[in-house]
């Protein structure tokens, strides 16, 4: 077994770990979504057993919550050996990838009380809006991860005006400010996570909110990419995120406009925060690729 574990976290084992992280955390977000869309939050009303046993009822909302629980602690175990693997191979030469690494651990592992007590406080928007945004955060760090450890960030030639990194900063703000008022307008909707579940705000006036925020971000990728295509000589990488985000932005608005337009149904809004997750994931990618861009290419060997 500690040969097994070794080779787990060996030399060669960071960059392809890093990924899995990656995707393990997206799709626990997403995993995560669909209990709340299916009002199956409280398909295990206690914690950390359901129901008071290690296994849950054999009926729909518990096996949800309860599968989504599985994929958590999956998570949880890809991101210590990821921390592990940060530890052995890159902490001597690239501290940065190495303390984001450990903070993934840290925060995932945060992740297992945190959706506890939201159980335990009969999901709370509060804590449920919490656990989630923290989900957003670890998935970020571990986007920025994968980008240093691909050697992705960093290295353009020329290299850009001084103004360029100020605008990627920007870009993930506004980005980070579109998918709080994305949360907020789901506490207040129509999928809380469990009958008789109180909601966070009007959903009217959230939804008002996040379309204006949303559409103002979109507006200014617009204008980013502009800018990018006339004035900015970026590398290829650059640009490919830079449309994947388009893309997907442009995939939320459909899912938005269509979901909202047929009363907020369960799949669509599940679809719904599974692009939007994908897109500030790729938001935070095309921010972070700006907000470097004046910096040497990293080392990228293991």
Request: hydrophobic share 55%; proline share 6%.
């Amino acid at each position: 077994m500690r040969a097994f574990l070794s080779r787990l976290t060996g030399p060669g084992a960071f960059r392809p770990l890093a990924v899995v992280t990656l995707i393990a955390i997206y799709v626990n977000v997403v995993s995560g979504a669909l209990v709340r869309v299916t009002n199956s939050g409280l398909g295990c009303p206690d914690w950390p057993l359901c129901n008071g046993k290690p296994t849950p009822p054999f009926q729909f909302h518990g096996l949800i919550e309860f599968t989504n629980r599985v994929l958590a602690f999956f998570v949880i175990v890809v991101a210590i050996l990821l921390a592990v693997a940060a530890y052995r191979s890159v902490r001597g030469r690239n501290r940065w990838l190495w303390r984001g690494s450990l903070w993934i651990g840290i925060l995932t592992f945060a992740q297992g009380p945190l959706g506890g007590i939201t159980v335990l406080v009969d999901l709370h928007p509060i804590s449920v809006l919490s656990h989630f945004l923290l989900a957003i955060v670890v998935l970020l760090i571990s986007v920025v991860i994968v980008l240093e450890a691909f050697g992705i960030a960093g290295g353009w030639t020329p290299r850009p005006a001084g103004w360029v990194p100020w605008v990627g900063i920007g870009l993930a703000a506004w980005a980070w400010l579109t998918i709080i008022s994305g949360g907020v307008a789901t506490m207040s909707g129509t999928h809380p996570g469990s009958d008789n579940v109180p909601r966070l705000w009007n959903l009217l006036d959230a939804v008002y909110l996040h379309v204006r925020v949303a559409a103002s971000f979109v507006v200014a990728i617009a204008l980013m990419l502009i800018v990018l295509s006339r004035v900015l000589d970026p590398p290829r990488a650059v640009t490919r995120i830079a449309w994947a985000l388009v893309l997907i932005v442009a995939l939320q608005v459909v899912i938005g406009e269509w979901q909202w337009r047929t009363q907020l149904p369960w799949y669509l809004t599940l679809a719904h925060v599974a692009a939007g997750t994908a897109a500030i994931a790729m938001a935070a990618a095309f921010g972070w690729v700006l907000a470097v861009s004046r910096r040497p290419a990293p080392d990228t060997t293991d």
